[in-house]
């Protein structure tokens, strides 16, 4: 690490680079913030991990997941976005302008902070989880339900989400097996009275999965174990959903801001302001419910209204 910490002072830093940081830096961008906006080391979010986007406004063909994230960050560009490969990792939000450390050795002086670090699904573990992820794997049922209809699919989880997505997937498919790994649910029980009795709906209890297979294409089947009964059984599947939870990145803002038990960052209802002046939090990072690209880029519109008219109230004040 360099001892010659090297000092920027910007107006507006934007902190990730999914649909909310990158509507943040458009509209940041054309009020004059003059933003600066760091990727993380994904650049683009969860999206690029996405093969096909259906449901996000303006593309009524659909459009790939990397490809719309090349859209969101050209259009920031356009406006005169600085973007800059490189991931936080330190902050400091003691003092106005806040210091922000970058690939820990530059530090950056910014009047606001919008924070954009998204959150990161929880996976099993199997590599063939990942290696059929986007082609029959989702942690995204309200995502990617649309493309199983009519088809059986599986879902691994226990707890409200879960539940709430084994529900959405009913709807569509022909049959949902929902893997429970105990007993029990964690779920309330509301959710899980909906579950029992939605028809189409199998619970297998006790039960955790040990492979996804495929053709090499596609998802054919989960290889699933009863730890209880010590079965190994294979369920023929073409959709394997994954709805164990989702981790927010915000582990280095510890310390700083208001985060509930999982760690999403805690903002003022109705607004995107954190705890801390000049401080934003939008999308995924502060959102465990709708999770959704264009609820993330709405609220990175709100985190750059905020973070203007904070800069003018200071500036009407001086």
């Known amino acids: 690490m360099s001892q010659q910490e090297e000092l920027e002072h910007v107006e507006c830093l934007i902190i990730g680079s999914g649909p909310a940081g990158y509507t943040a830096a458009i509209y940041a961008a054309r009020a004059d913030l003059k933003p600066v906006l760091y990727t993380g080391m994904e650049m683009g979010g969860q999206l690029t991990q996405t093969t096909d986007v259906d449901n996000f406004p303006g593309y009524p063909n659909g459009i790939m997941g990397p490809e719309m994230m090349e859209d969101f960050k050209n259009q920031a560009e356009r406006f005169g976005t600085q973007i800059r490969f490189g991931y936080v990792s330190s902050v400091d939000f003691s003092s106005l302008p806040h210091k922000v450390t970058v690939d820990e050795t530059k530090t950056i002086l910014a009047d606001t902070v919008i924070i954009a670090t998204g959150a990161k699904a929880k996976w099993l573990g199997l590599p063939s989880e990942q290696q059929y992820n986007g ?181 009407d004040s001086k």
């Open 135 to 315: 082609f029959g794997v989702s942690a995204c049922a309200v995502c990617d339900g649309f493309f199983f209809k009519g088809q059986t699919v599986a879902i691994v989880g226990a707890g409200d989400t879960a539940a709430e997505e084994a529900t959405y997937l009913a709807k569509l498919c022909k049959k949902v097996y929902m893997l429970v790994r105990r007993d029990e649910f964690r779920a309330s029980k509301a959710m899980v009275h909906r579950v029992l009795n939605t028809e189409n709906i199998e619970v297998l209890y006790n039960t955790q999965t040990t492979e996804v297979i495929g053709n090499g294409k596609n998802v054919t089947g989960v290889h699933v174990f009863n730890h209880k009964t010590e079965e190994a059984k294979t369920l023929d599947i073409e959709g394997f959903f994954v709805a164990i939870g989702h981790k927010p990145n915000t582990d280095i803002f510890k310390g700083w801001l208001d985060m509930d038990d999982t760690g999403y960052l805690q903002t003022i209802p109705g607004t995107s302001k954190t705890n801390v002046e000049g401080v934003f939090a939008c999308g995924d990072v502060q959102d465990s419910y709708y999770r959704q690209a264009i609820t993330a880029a709405g609220s990175g519109c709100m985190a750059a209204l905020d973070a203007e008219r904070f800069l003018a109230a200071k500036a």
